[in-house]
């Protein structure tokens, strides 16, 4: 069965490395990076990615940045998004996509996005995290009500 957690994670190391190629002007496909990382895995992990969720994560973040990072700019308080990690860039990208093109529950995109963090960050980076999608979350809320 597919795993929407662990394929949230493959998506986190595709954007990273597609953010290594682009910090380093180094071309790439989309369709490349994502076969260079789920073909990588072993054969039973690679079945509990959900590939349609996978690239539909990956190709939303990419084209949809500049809107994504004007989002999480405006909470990213002595912080730039370029400042950040890789890796964290990735997470929090991520989970803002789901938040505002998805119709992923939004607590299960924060969730998601604070156990990546966890894993691959540090707290300080866990807290930021958290702070920017809640307050992304509470606008979100304000402006439906």
Not at 38 to 58: N, Q, R
Not at 103 to 124: G, H, Q, Y
Request: glycine share 2%; with cysteine; charged share 30%.
């Amino acid at each position: 069965m597919a795993s929407r957690t662990m394929t949230r994670e493959k998506a986190m190391t595709v954007l990273y490395q597609i953010f290594l190629y682009q910090k380093n002007k180094i071309n790439y496909e989309v369709t490349d990076v994502i076969r260079e990382v789920t073909d990588s895995m072993p054969a039973d992990e690679h079945k509990k990615i959900d590939m349609p969720f996978l690239d539909g994560i990956v190709n939303g973040v990419i084209l949809n940045i500049k809107d994504i990072d004007n989002y999480v700019s405006k909470y990213l308080e002595n912080w730039s998004i370029e400042r950040l990690g890789l890796t964290d860039q990735a997470i929090l990208r991520i989970a803002t996509y789901e938040l505002i093109y998805t119709d992923t529950p939004d607590l299960v995109c924060i969730n998601e996005a604070i156990e990546l963090a966890k894993k691959f960050s540090d707290d300080k980076v866990v807290k930021m995290i958290n702070g920017v999608l809640d307050k992304i979350y509470h606008e979100r809320e304000d402006n439906e009500q």
